[in-house]
């Protein structure tokens, strides 16, 4: 698929089939989060792949329980040590902004859905996982093959939201 085809198909999908993803998809959806930018490269990343039913259960306890109708959810956590910090602004979390995203686009290119999932409880989440209280717990997705075909959602006009040299 060309890539503003991707960029374009590409729907938050909340209803999933059963069937497993195989892991040759979900390695290739993590090699694309692999090769993404980062400060200073310091690649603070580490992604954990669920897809054990229990632990599935108890993360999707943590908020949006429909993700656990997914065959696998993967965890997007951060090292913020290994990132950098600029004007109070922490750059682990565009870090792992950036490597969600290419993960998302490469599910979209190879037909699975995912839903970026910021809302839940991240203490919930790291006991869920045994993740250690240093790695924060950024974001969540479900992956698997979509069973709908959500609408597009509405996006603002390029007129609203460029502006030339100058805010005003
Ligand atoms: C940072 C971020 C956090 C989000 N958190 C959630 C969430 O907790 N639950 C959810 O169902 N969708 C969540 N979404 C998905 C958005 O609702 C969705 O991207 C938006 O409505 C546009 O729809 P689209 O992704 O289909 O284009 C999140 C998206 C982003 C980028």
């Not at 993590?30 to 599935?56: I, Y």
């Not at 698997?144 to 959500?150: A, H, Q, T």
Request: hydrophobic residues 40%; glycine residues 8%; contains cysteine.
């Amino acid at each position: 698929m060309e890539f503003m085809e991707v960029v374009r198909r590409r729907r938050s999908v909340r209803t999933y089939r059963p069937d497993p993803v195989p892991q040759a998809e979900l390695d290739g959806i993590l090699e694309a989060a692999r090769l993404a930018p980062s400060w200073a490269n310091g690649q603070c990343w580490t992604f954990v792949v669920v897809t054990d039913p229990e632990v599935k259960h108890a993360l999707a306890q943590a908020g949006n329980d429909w993700i656990e109708q997914a065959p696998a959810i993967i965890a997007a956590c951060a090292d913020p040590t290994k990132s950098g910090e600029k004007g109070g602004q922490s750059y682990y979390l565009l870090d792992i902004g950036i490597a969600m995203e290419h993960l998302i686009l490469a599910a979209a290119a190879q037909g699975l859905g995912t839903c970026w999932i910021g809302w839940f409880e991240e203490e919930k989440a790291r006991k869920a996982l045994g993740v250690p209280k240093n790695i924060r717990v950024v974001a969540l997705t479900p992956v698997g093959y979509p069973d709908e075909e959500p609408e597009a959602r509405p996006r603002r006009s390029l007129g609203e939201i460029v502006r030339k040299d100058r805010w005003s």
